[in-house]
Structure formats: C-alpha cells, structure tokens
C-alpha cells in the first residue's frame, strides 16, 4: 500500500474500509518510483502486459492466465459500462 488519502476520498467506501496514510504504507516516493521506471526506462521499451514490483518483472498468479476468469471479467466489465446489448 502507498501512503496517499486517496480512498479517503472516495465517499460510497465505507470509513471503516478506507485506507488513510496513518495507517502507514509506503511513501509516495517510493510508490511512484515503479511507474515512473516503466514509463521513463530505455530498459523496459516494448514490454508489455508484464507485472512488476520494485522495478522487476514478476511473475503472474495462475489465475491471471485463467481465460475463463478472463472473459467473465471482460462480460461484467461491459455489462456494468452498460456496452453490452
């Protein structure tokens, strides 16, 4: 978790489900440095659809790669969007 009152400002959360920097986290320093990698290295041009902690390539869950899973999420996610017919 990063340290940010992001959800703290999101009003349909729950207060007891919200996250707030008193409850520790990283610094946003340190959680903005793996984006800031991704998007400014010469070393990572041309990845794509990788995950990454720290600055590293990491390997995906097992179920990341589960196309079920995957199309069941695309169904819902066009469904809630209101793009299906």
Do not use: H
Not at 26 to 49: D, I, K, M
Request: net charge negative.
């Amino acid at each position: 978790m990063i340290a940010t009152d992001l959800l703290g400002q999101v009003r349909n959360i729950p207060k007891e489900r919200r996250f707030t920097p008193e409850m520790g986290g990283a610094p946003l320093e340190e959680g903005a440095a793996t984006p800031l990698y991704l998007a400014l290295s010469a070393e990572v041009t041309g990845v794509s659809g990788g995950y990454f902690e720290n600055s590293d390539a990491v390997p995906s869950s097992a179920e990341t790669l589960d196309e079920n899973k995957a199309r069941r999420l695309w169904q819902m996610s066009e469904t809630l969007c209101g793009l299906t017919s």
